[in-house]
Every structure is written in C-alpha cells, then in structure tokens.
C-alpha cells in the first residue's frame, strides 16, 4: 500500500482504512484493529512500537499526528490534527476552495504509555505527556501533564496516574530481549 514504514510484526487489519500511505509509520508489534481510519495529511502519522489502536477509531489531519511506545486508544476514539472554523467568520468543510475555509491545524502528541478512553475526541494541538490517561467520553484540548488521569469536557485532572508501569515495560523489555535470545540464529 506504500506507507512510509510498517514493522514486520505490526498487525493492521485489512478491515481498516488507510489514506496517505506514504505519510504512515506504523513500529513494532503495534495493532491496528477493524474499522480505524487513518488519514494522514502532510505532517503525517507515527505510531512508535507496541501501539494499539482499536475498532472504529479515526486519526486525521494536515498536521502531524504521533503517537509513541505504549500508547493506546479505546474504540470510538477521534484524534484531529486540523478543524474547521467554527465562528462563522469562514466557510467550513472540504467541499470549499481553501482560501475561503479557516481550517485551523497544528500537531498532536501522545507520550509513552499514554491511553485515552472509549469515545473521547482530541482536538488539534493536543499534548499528553508520558503516562496521561483521558477517561471515556472526554474532550481533550490543550497540554495534558505527565502521568496525570484527565476527564470530562472538557478534559480537568481528576488524579495522578500510578507510575508501575515504567517498571512494567523494563520487565517486558527483558522478555523480549530473552525471547530474541532464544531464537535460533542463521
């Protein structure tokens, strides 16, 4: 299909829909489950390793859309890197020349292990530092602090995140290595 980069062990569903390819990373042992859109605009997707995506979610936009190691998106998640004008002042949508439109674009960034719940929207120029979680149904918007868990909307901090999972992927980290270890060579 041409995407940019997809590891050997990254699992995408066929079921999914890919626009852009070329402007797609997808890293090691990351899923892409039935029915996610990806649709990369000029900035492009980069999904580090050990990503999981999940059915029905969408990722579009001019701007550049990552996603690091260990992130996570619940079903029904929408991340946008670019959004209409909304106060009237332009035309809306893609159907319109876009000197007449006031799309607004700028990157978004979910840190390591980073997991965003089940019909959440993040809107353009979101950041969520390492280990932030965004309960379902929230409207993220903003910067979001490391390991802080964030929900409503729009998005407030409701409490500190546990950090075990730092431990967690050096343990896996070690297995892996081990598992690589054991694997014949030649």
């Known amino acids: 299909m041409g995407f940019a980069f997809v590891a050997s062990d990254a699992t995408l569903s066929a079921k999914a829909s890919y626009f852009n390819c070329g402007q797609i990373a997808i890293g090691s042992r990351s899923r892409i489950d039935d029915f996610a859109i990806l649709s990369a605009g000029d900035g492009g997707i980069t999904i580090g390793s050990n990503v999981h995506i999940a059915a029905f979610c969408l990722l579009a936009g001019k701007s550049e859309i990552r996603l690091d190691d260990f992130s996570g998106l619940s079903s029904r998640v929408s991340i946008y890197s670019s959004s209409d004008d909304y106060s009237g002042a332009a035309l809306t949508n893609p159907t319109v020349a876009k000197e007449f439109t006031g799309v607004r674009s700028a ?80």
């Open 107 to 186: 990157p978004v960034h979910l840190g390591k292990h980073v997991i965003l719940g089940s019909g959440s929207v993040v809107l353009p120029g979101t950041h969520f530092g390492e280990g932030a979680a965004l309960g379902a149904l929230s409207l993220a918007n903003g910067k979001y602090e490391a390991f802080g868990v964030f929900a409503g909307v729009p998005a407030r901090l409701v409490r500190d995140r546990q950090r075990g999972l730092i431990e967690k992927e050096r343990q896996y980290r070690v297995f892996l290595q081990d598992k690589n270890d054991e694997q014949p060579k030649g």
